[in-house]
């Protein structure tokens, strides 16, 4: 079984920063091919806002294109999103959503619990 486990959420005023981390975990799985970032605020659908390919691509929204950075280490089979210079509209539930390569090389799609991020103006 794979587990993911999301942390760095957090309070944070206008301008300020987090970094969220994503780590897989279990004992049948080989590594992360490619993982995205979503978010989901309030009475809004659950939006897109990083993407990372295996070979270490990476994809943004437009909304956080020159805030945000997506990054990975393998070793550590852990996916950060460092998030910079935030607004109130950053406000989301924020789970990242993994593309594992199993045990059995067989390709499966895992989602984190959610963490909150909440930035005051």
């Known amino acids: 079984q794979v587990r993911l486990v999301e942390s760095g959420g957090g309070l944070v005023q206008a301008g300020g920063s987090l970094r969220l981390s994503c780590t897989a975990s279990?004992?049948?799985?080989?590594?992360?091919?490619?993982l995205d970032w979503y978010r989901q605020a309030p009475g809004k659908q659950r939006e897109l806002v990083a993407h990372?390919?295996?070979?270490?691509?990476?994809e943004y929204a437009n909304a956080v294109k020159g805030r945000f950075t997506i990054s990975r280490d393998n070793a550590k089979k852990t996916v950060y999103l460092q998030m910079n210079s935030l607004k109130p509209e950053d406000t989301a539930v924020y789970y990242c959503?993994?593309?594992?390569?199993?045990?059995?090389?067989?390709?499966?799609?895992?989602w984190g619990q959610g963490t909150q991020v909440t930035v005051s103006s």
């Open positions: 279990g004992s049948t799985f080989i590594r992360i091919d490619s």
């Open positions: 990372i390919a295996s070979g270490g691509a990476t």
């Open positions: 959503n993994a593309h594992i390569i199993r045990a059995d090389w067989s390709l499966a799609d895992y």
